[in-house]
Nanobody
Framework: QVQLVESGGGLVQAGGSLRLSCAAS????????MGWFRQAPGKEREFVAS????????YYADSVKGRVAISRDNAKNTVALQMNSLRPEDTAVYYC?????????????????WGQGTQVTVSA
């Protein structure tokens, strides 16, 4: 089992920045690749970013590429999502998730463990 707890969400104006953090506990953190997903009201949960177990590979949705950076600190069992140039369409609940290495970074079903989510609201 892996327990994930997100933090760092909030209300920000368009063009602003937020840094989300996810703290993991339980099984060995670096056994898992990590990802961030988001879900806006009335929409399906969608992929945002993912990072490999050692942090050497990162993946981003086209909608956030160039504005978002995912990173991890295996010594601290944390993964972060730095979001810049935020837009109102980035408003959503953001979820941290963990998956076994070798699976697809983009597929939601490949992630076995999820946090409770943190709300990000971007005002126009």
């Amino acid at each position: 089992q892996v327990q994930l707890v997100e933090s760092g969400g909030g209300l920000v104006q368009a063009g602003g920045s937020l840094r989300l953090s996810c703290a993991a506990s339980g099984r060995t953190f670096n056994d898992y690749a990590m990802g961030w997903f988001r879900q806006a009201p009335g929409k399906e949960r969608e992929f945002v970013a993912s990072i490999s177990r050692k942090g050497g590979f990162t993946y981003y949705a086209d909608s956030v590429k160039g504005r978002v950076a995912i990173s991890r600190d295996n010594a601290k069992n944390t993964v972060a999502l730095q979001m810049n140039s935020l837009r109102p369409e980035d408003t959503a609940v953001y979820y941290c998730a963990a998956r076994q290495g070798g699976s697809s970074p983009y597929q939601i079903d490949d992630y076995a463990y999820w946090g409770q989510g943190t709300q990000v609201t971007v005002s126009a």
